[in-house]
C-alpha cells in the first residue's frame, strides 16, 4: 500500500521523542510555542508526564493574530516569560507550528531582535511543522540543527573527544566503543550527559562528530563549514561485518586526522605504539563480538519458534535490522515500516530472499489487520500493538545501543521479554509516549 | 485560553470535540493535517482510542498540497480507503492550516457525498477553540440533519409515537415496578473529554434505569443513523454538558421534547433531580409523571450524614466557601449536591464551554491561566475542587480536591477520574 496515496492511521503507541522532549536536552533552556492551543496539548502532556513543564510555556495565538502576524505578540510574550520566570534560562527556543509556514512569519528577524534585547540569552527559532515532513528541513533535521548549533568552538585547537549526534540518549558505557576510545585518550561526549549550557558549547571544542542517525547531517556540514568540525556517518550496526566496518572506517578517520599517531607518540616509538594500539584494539573488538555470538546464540533458544516482529519506532533502520535477525536463524516474520525505500539493499533482501512480511503501518487498512492477541514477540511499541504479541520489548530508536555491546543490550531485551507476557497500555503509559 | 501560559498544558481543542462525539458514529474521520493533531485526538483526548477499530485518520496534509489548494488528492485518498471501509458516514475535520488557507471543508465534503453517496460532513475546525464547539457542531450538522431528513422520510407523528414503545406490562426487568409505560430519556452532551475514564455514564443510566426510565439513546457507543433518528421519540433529554443545550433547545423547538440540565450527585441532589425530571415531563405530557410511576429508592434521608448530623461528618465544613472549577454542568451539578449535603456556598468557574442562562451571580467563565490563578487564589474561598492540574497554581493554602476533567490532564489524571452519581458524590473527598 503506497504511503502517499493513503490516509494515515496513527496508532496507540505512536510518540516517542518529540519536538519538545528533544529541545529539552539543551541544559538550562526553555521554550515557548507560539501556536494555536490546539498544537501545544500532546507536547505540554508529555512534558509533564516526563517532569519537564516548568521549562516550557505557551503563547496561544488568536484568529486576530493570524490575520495581522504576530511577531510584536511574540517580543511581549518573551518580555513577560522572563520577568515571571524565577531563573533567566540561558538558551529560549521560540516554537513555531505548521500555519507558519504559510503565514510567513521572519523567524531570523524575531531571534535578532530578541538577541538585542537579551544579550545574555541565546535564541533559537523553532520548528513544530510536519507540514514540511517531506522538506529537506522536517521537524527532526530543524530541531537537531537547533540543538547542536549551541556548540561553539572557541580553542584554537581541538580536544580529545569525540560527539556522538542525532542519538536520543547516550550509548551504554560498558560496550567495547567505550573501551576503545579510551585506548584512544579520546572522551565520549553527547548532549544528554551535559549538565550545564557551558558543557554544550564545549562540545564544540571536539575533534570528531560521529553521526549516528540521518536527520543530524545538516547541521554537522554547517558544523563543518563554520566551525571547521570534521565528521563521518556512524549509524548503529547489527551484522557484525557492518560492525567491523564501521570501526575500521572510525579508526582510518582518526588516522587521518593524526589522532591515532599522537596516542602513539606519547608511547615513544611510533611504529611500536601504533601496533600496540591495533593489537590491543583487536583484541577488545574480538572479545566484544564473542561476547556478542554467545549473546545471539543464547537469545536465539529462549525464542525458539516465537515469530519476531520488528517496526520502525524501535530502529532507525528496521530493514537493516530485520534482515540481521533473518541472517541470524531467528523467526522473523513482519517488518512494520513507515517509510520504505524499494531500492534499499536490505528491503530488497527481505523481499526477494525471504517470506518476511512488509507492512505499511500507517495505512487506512490497519484497522482492519491488528489482532487481539499473538504468541510472538514485538520489537517496538507500534508492532507490539499492531500484532496482539504477548511479549514486547519496549525499545526507540536503538537507543544506548552501538557496536557488539549493542547486539547483546538487544539480545539481552529480547530474553526478558520471553519470560513475561506483558499489559501493553501499562507498558506504552509508562513509556511516556510523547507524540 | 489567550496570552501567556507558563503552567496549564492547552485544552482539548474544538477538533478533539468533532471527533469525540463522532466516536460512537459509524463513521470514516478524517483529520485534515500534517499529523500533530491528529495524535493529540488519540494520544492524549480519547481513552476509547485503544483497541478501537475506529477509523480515525489523519490526511497527511503537506504544504505543497496547501499552496496548491490540491483538495482533489484529499478526496482520492478517502475514496481508496471506500474500498476497503464502508462506513454510514464520512466526516472531514479542519485544523488550523485548513483554517489559514480558506479550506472549504463544507465544500469537499459536499464533492464527496456527490461522489459516493454516503452522507458526508465537513466540520471548520481551527484549533483556536475548545472542545464544547467541536461537539456542538456534530449535534448541528450531523444530529439535526439526519432528525430532519428522517422526519421528511417518515412523516410520522412523534407526539404519537412517544410513550407508545415502552414496557406497559409494569415489569422492567430489574426488580422496578412502574405502573404504565416507562418514559424514555436521551442523554445529550456526553464525551470522554467531559467524563474521561470514569464510571459517571454507566451510573448515570443504570440510576435512571433503576428509577424506571427507559434510555431512549445516550450518543455514547456504537450508534447508528436510525438511533440517532430516534432521538425524537424520548420523552425528555437530559444534558450533561454545555455541548448538548443548542440541541436540547432546537428539539424542544422542533419536537417538543423537554430538557433538565446536570447530573443527580449525591444521595439528596439526586432526588432533587429525579423530581425535576419528572416535572419536567409531567408538565409537557398529557400524563402526570406521579411517584408511583417511577420506581424510587430509599432517598428521604442519606445514609452517611442525616440532618442531625451532617455539619458534623461532611468533610466540607459548615460555612465553608468552596470555588468548583471545571465542566459548567458537572459543576452546577457538584454545587446542587454539596450545599444539599451541608451548609456551604459555593462558585463555579467554568472552563471551555459556558452558558449564562445556567450560572449564578458569582459564576464566571474562567478564559486564561491568568484568570484562573486569579481566582483559585482569591482568599474568600477555603475549599477547591478541579483537575488536579490547578494545584500547581495555588498560592495560598486551601483545602484542594481533585476532580478530573480530561480535556485538561487526558489521562494523566486518570486517578482522580471519578463518578460523582448519587452516593458516590463523596468519593471526591478520598
Not at chain 1, 17 to 23: E, F, L, N, S
Not at chain 1, 230 to 254: G, L, R, W
Request: charged fraction near 30%.
Amino acid at each position: 500500500m503506497e504511503n502517499r496515496r493513503c490516509l494515515e492511521y496513527t496508532c496507540p503507541s505512536h510518540g516517542g521523542w518529540g519536538m519538545v522532549r528533544i529541545g529539552m536536552l539543551i541544559p538550562e533552556s526553555h521554550q515557548l510555542f507560539v501556536c494555536p492551543s490546539a498544537c501545544g496539548r500532546h507536547g505540554a502532556l508529555g512534558a509533564i508526564k516526563q517532569g519537564l513543564k516548568n521549562r516550557l510555556s505557551y503563547l496561544y495565538l488568536e484568529e486576530s493574530d493570524v490575520i495581522s502576524g504576530y511577531d510584536d505578540a511574540i517580543y511581549d510574550a518573551v518580555d513577560e516569560l522572563l520577568r515571571r520566570l524565577y531563573e533567566r534560562p540561558k538558551v529560549l527556543i521560540v516554537f513555531v507550528s505548521c500555519l507558519d509556514d504559510l503565514i510567513g512569519t521572519d523567524g531570523d528577524a524575531v531571534i535578532d531582535e530578541l538577541s538585542v534585547r537579551y544579550p545574555d540569552v541565546k535564541f533559537r527559532m523553532g520548528h513544530m511543522n510536519p507540514i514540511q515532513s517531506d522538506s529537506d528541513e522536517p521537524p527532526l533535521v530543524s530541531i537537531w540543527k537547533n540543538v547542536y548549533s549551541l556548540m561553539e568552538r572557541d580553542a584554537e585547537e581541538c580536544i580529545p573527544a569525540v560527539n556522538m549526534l542525532g542519538n536520543y540518549v547516550p550509548i551504554d558505557e560498558d560496550g567495547e566503543f567505550h573501551e576503545l576510545m579510551a585506548l584512544l585518550g579520546m572522551k565520549i561526549c553527547h548532549v544528554g550527559n551535559c549538565e550545564t549550557y557551558q558543557e554544550l558549547k564545549e562540545m564544540g571544542n571536539s575533534c570528531l562528530n560521529l553521526l549516528v542517525t540521518p536527520p543530524v547531517e545538516k547541521v554537522a556540514r554547517q558544523l563543518k563549514r563554520e566551525q571547521g568540525m570534521d565528521y563521518i556517518f556512524a549509524p548503529v550496526k547489527y551484522d557484525f561485518e557492518e560492525i567491523k566496518e564501521e570501526y575500521q572506517t572510525i579508526f582510518d578517520k582518526f588516522s587521518e586526522m593524526g589522532v591515532i599517531s599522537e596516542v602513539a607518540m606519547v608511547g615513544g616509538d611510533t611504529t611500536d605504539a601504533m601496533d600496540h594500539f591495533r593489537v590491543r584494539a583487536e583484541q577488545i573488538i574480538s572479545a566484544a563480538e564473542n561476547k556478542a555470538r554467545k549473546a545471539i546464540e543464547d537469545a536465539r533458544e529462549a525464542v525458539g519458534e516465537r515469530s519476531l516482529y520488528v517496526d520502525y519506532s524501535a530502529f532507525v533502520d528496521p530493514f537493516r535490522v530485520a534482515a540481521f535477525f533473518h541472517k541470524e536463524g531467528f523467526p522473523i516474520k513482519r517488518v512494520y515500516a513507515k517509510d520504505i525505500d524499494e531500492n534499499q539493499e536490505e528491503y530488497r533482501y527481505l523481499v526477494e530472499q525471504t517470506d518476511v512480511e512488509i507492512v505499511h503501518i500507517k495505512g487506512h487498512d490497519i484497522v482492519n489487520k491488528w489482532k487481539e492477541s499473538d504468541e510472538g514477540i514485538a520489537i517496538g511499541l507500534e508492532a507490539a500493538y499492531v500484532s496482539g504479541a504477548k511479549h514486547v520489548v519496549s525499545v526507540f530508536q536503538d537507543e544506548k545501543m552501538f557496536g557488539f555491546h549493542g547486539v547483546c543490550l538487544l539480545m539481552e531485551k529480547l530474553k526478558k521479554s520471553v519470560e513475561e507476557e506483558v499489559d501493553l497500555e501499562n507498558v506504552i503509559n509508562q513509556a511516556g509516549l510523547v507524540v | 485560553m489567550g496570552k501567556l501560559c507558563m503552567t496549564l498544558p492547552p485544552f482539548s481543542p474544538d477538533y478533539s470535540g468533532v471527533c469525540s462525539a463522532l466516536f460512537p458514529f459509524d463513521t470514516i474521520t478524517v483529520i485534515h493535517d500534517a499529523s500533530g493533531c491528529t495524535g493529540n485526538y488519540t494520544g492524549y483526548d480519547e481513552p476509547r482510542w485503544f483497541r478501537s477499530r475506529s477509523p480515525i485518520y489523519c490526511s497527511g496534509l503537506r504544504e505543497i498540497d496547501a499552496i496548491l489548494g490540491d483538495d482533489e488528492k484529499l478526496i482520492q485518498k478517502i475514496l481508496f480507503a471506500l474500498e476497503e471501509i464502508e462506513p454510514e458516514m464520512i466526516a472531514l475535520v479542519g485544523s488550523p492550516v485548513p483554517m489559514v488557507i480558506g479550506t472549504d471543508m463544507e465544500g469537499i465534503a459536499a464533492e464527496i457525498e456527490s461522489r459516493t453517496g454516503i452522507m458526508s460532513v465537513g466540520f471548520a475546525t481551527t484549533g483556536l477553540k475548545y472542545y464544547p464547539q467541536g461537539v456542538e457542531q456534530v449535534y448541528k450538522k450531523v444530529v439535526k440533519r439526519i432528525l430532519e431528513e428522517s422526519e421528511d422520510r417518515n412523516g410520522e407523528n412523534v407526539e404519537v409515537l412517544r410513550f407508545s414503545e415502552g414496557d406497559t406490562d409494569g415489569q422492567s426487568g430489574n426488580g422496578c415496578d412502574t405502573v404504565g409505560p416507562k418514559y424514555r430519556v436521551n442523554i445529550l452532551g456526553a464525551t470522554p473529554l467531559d467524563f474521561g475514564n470514569s464510571k459517571t455514564m454507566d451510573d448515570l443510566q443504570a440510576f435512571l434505569v433503576e428509577n424506571g426510565f427507559e434510555i431512549n439513546s445516550a450518543l455514547w457507543e456504537n450508534v447508528t443513523k436510525e438511533e440517532i433518528a430516534s432521538l425524537k421519540y424520548a420523552d425528555c433529554n437530559i444534558v450533561v454538558s454545555t455541548s448538548g443545550i443548542e440541541l436540547a433547545e432546537y428539539m424542544k423547538k422542533k419536537f417538543g421534547i423537554p430538557f433538565i440540565t446536570g447530573l443527580p450527585f449525591g444521595t439528596r441532589y439526586a432526588n432533587v433531580w429525579l423530581q425535576k425530571l419528572a416535572e419536567r415531563i409531567s408538565e409537557n405530557s398529557k400524563r402526570n409523571v406521579t411517584e408511583e410511576s417511577l420506581c424510587q429508592k430509599e432517598k428521604n434521608s442519606c445514609p452517611d450524614y442525616n440532618d442531625t448530623d451532617k455539619a458534623e461528618k461532611f468533610p466540607i465544613k459548615s460555612g465553608s466557601k468552596v470555588l468548583i472549577i471545571g465542566e459548567q454542568f458537572q459543576a452546577n451539578s457538584i454545587r446542587n449536591a454539596l450545599e444539599a449535603e451541608s451548609e456551604v456556598e459555593c462558585t463555579v468557574g467554568g472552563i471551555c464551554g459556558w452558558d449564562d442562562n445556567f450560572a449564578e451571580v458569582q459564576d464566571r467563565f474562567l478564559e486564561t491561566e491568568e484568570e484562573i490563578v486569579t481566582l483559585l487564589n482569591d482568599g474568600s474561598f477555603d475549599v477547591v475542587i478541579g483537575d488536579p492540574f490547578y494545584e500547581e497554581l495555588m498560592k495560598m493554602k486551601k483545602q484542594f480536591y481533585p476532580y478530573a476533567h480530561y480535556a485538561v490532564s487526558s489521562k494523566l489524571g486518570k486517578k482522580h477520574s471519578k463518578s460523582l452519581i448519587e452516593e458516590k458524590l463523596l468519593s471526591v473527598f478520598e
